[in-house]
C-alpha cells in the first residue's frame, strides 16, 4: 500500500469523539472531555454526550458551543490579511495574524497553523495558513512557479518604461541575478498590477525601488487561484480547499 493510500485509510479510521476534539485544537484531553460531558458538542443537530463515542472523521462536522466545525487532517484556511500584523508567531512590533485566528486553529495536535511565505505588517491581501508542511513546501518552493499576484500603488506615476523594466527583469542589491514580473501592467496613472513567481524577501517594494519608483501601499490579490471571497472582510478567514490552489 502507498503511503498516500495508508495516509487516507489512516484518516478514514473511527475515532473517539474526544479525541476528534483533541485532534482539531480544542484543547487538551481534559478539555475536550469536559466539552462533552457539559452538553456543549453536537454532530448531525444532536448532542453528543459520550467523550469515548466512536465517531468516523470522514465527513465529520462538529457543533462546539454552537459553532460548525468540519473535521480536517490538515488546516488550510484563507486569512484576509488587513495592515497592522506580522505574519510571525513570535512578532517584534505589532500584533501576529495569528491572534486572528480562532483558537483551535491555533492549538491543532498535528502542529501549528502557519502562514505560507509572509507578508510585511503593511500588506494587506491573501493569506494563506496550514499545518501541513508538504503542502508549504510545494507554494512556496521556487521551483513550483506559484503564481501570486499584487495590486500596488505608487509613490510617483507609473511611466511605460518603469513597467518595461519590471517585466524585462532588474537587479536586486543582494543578488546578481535579475528578477522579472510574469505579467506587469499600469492599471491607473499611479498603480500597478504585478505577477511574480517568486518570492524573495520585501521582492515587490524593492522591484519597484530599482526602477525609480516608491510602493506606498501593497495588497495581494491571488496566490495561486485563490482570491478573496466577497464579503470576506479583512481580519476575517474561511476554510479554503486544497484542490483550490
Same mark, same amino acid.
Given at each position: 500500500?502507498?503511503?498516500?493510500?495508508?495516509?487516507?485509510?489512516?484518516?478514514?479510521? !473511527? +475515532?473517539?469523539?474526544?479525541? /476528534?476534539?483533541?485532534?482539531?485544537?480544542?484543547?487538551?484531553?481534559?478539555?475536550?472531555?469536559?466539552?462533552?460531558?457539559?452538553?456543549?458538542?453536537? =454532530?448531525?443537530?444532536?448532542?453528543?454526550?459520550?467523550?469515548d463515542a466512536l465517531v468516523s472523521p470522514e465527513g465529520l462536522v462538529l457543533t462546539v458551543?454552537?459553532?460548525?466545525?468540519?473535521?480536517?487532517?490538515?488546516?488550510?484556511?484563507?486569512?484576509?490579511?488587513?495592515?497592522?500584523?506580522?505574519?510571525?508567531?513570535?512578532?517584534?512590533?505589532?500584533?501576529?495574524?495569528?491572534?486572528?485566528?480562532?483558537?483551535? &486553529?491555533?492549538?491543532?495536535?498535528?502542529?501549528?497553523?502557519?502562514?505560507?511565505?509572509?507578508? !510585511?505588517?503593511?500588506?494587506?491581501?491573501?493569506?494563506?495558513?496550514?499545518?501541513?508542511?508538504? %503542502? +508549504?513546501?510545494? &507554494?512556496?518552493?521556487?521551483?513550483?512557479?506559484?503564481?501570486?499576484?499584487?495590486? =500596488?500603488?505608487? /509613490?510617483?506615476?507609473?511611466?511605460?518604461?518603469?513597467?518595461?523594466?519590471?517585466?524585462?527583469?532588474?537587479?536586486?542589491? !543582494?543578488?546578481?541575478?535579475?528578477?522579472?514580473? #510574469?505579467?506587469? #501592467?499600469?492599471?491607473?496613472?499611479?498603480? %500597478?498590477r504585478m505577477m511574480l513567481t517568486e518570492g524573495k524577501y520585501h521582492q515587490v517594494k524593492?522591484?519597484? /525601488? /530599482?526602477?525609480?519608483?516608491?510602493?506606498?501601499? %501593497?495588497?495581494?490579490?491571488?496566490?495561486?487561484? +485563490?482570491? =478573496?471571497?466577497?464579503?470576506?472582510?479583512?481580519?476575517?478567514?474561511?476554510? +479554503?480547499?486544497?484542490?483550490? =490552489?
Open positions: 500500500m502507498s503511503k498516500k493510500s495508508s495516509k487516507k485509510s489512516a484518516a478514514a479510521r !473511527d +475515532i473517539t469523539l474526544s479525541h /476528534a476534539l483533541f485532534t482539531q485544537g480544542f484543547g487538551t484531553r481534559r478539555d475536550c472531555d469536559g466539552l462533552v460531558l457539559n452538553g456543549l458538542v453536537s =454532530i448531525a443537530g444532536r448532542v453528543a454526550d459520550d467523550p458551543e454552537g459553532r460548525d466545525w468540519p473535521w480536517r487532517e490538515f488546516a488550510l484556511v484563507l486569512l484576509h490579511k488587513p495592515t497592522g500584523y506580522e505574519c510571525s508567531q513570535k512578532p517584534k512590533h505589532w500584533p501576529s495574524v495569528m491572534t486572528l485566528l480562532p483558537t483551535p &486553529l491555533r492549538w491543532r495536535s498535528g502542529g501549528d497553523v502557519q502562514p505560507v511565505g509572509r507578508l !510585511d505588517q503593511d500588506t494587506t491581501g491573501v493569506l494563506l495558513l496550514t499545518d501541513d508542511g508538504a %503542502l +508549504i513546501h510545494k &507554494l512556496t518552493h521556487p521551483k513550483k512557479h506559484v503564481d501570486k499576484v499584487y495590486e =500596488i500603488t505608487c /509613490a510617483r506615476p507609473v511611466t511605460p518604461e518603469q513597467v518595461a523594466q519590471l517585466r524585462a527583469g532588474v537587479v536586486l542589491n !543582494d543578488d546578481p541575478v535579475p528578477v522579472r514580473s #510574469e505579467e506587469c #501592467e499600469a492599471t491607473g496613472e499611479f498603480t %500597478l524593492r522591484m519597484v /525601488a /530599482a526602477v525609480g519608483n516608491h510602493v506606498e501601499s %501593497l495588497h495581494r490579490r491571488s496566490f495561486g487561484r +485563490i482570491t =478573496i471571497p466577497e464579503g470576506l472582510a479583512p481580519g476575517q478567514w474561511c476554510w +479554503i480547499d486544497p484542490q483550490d =490552489i
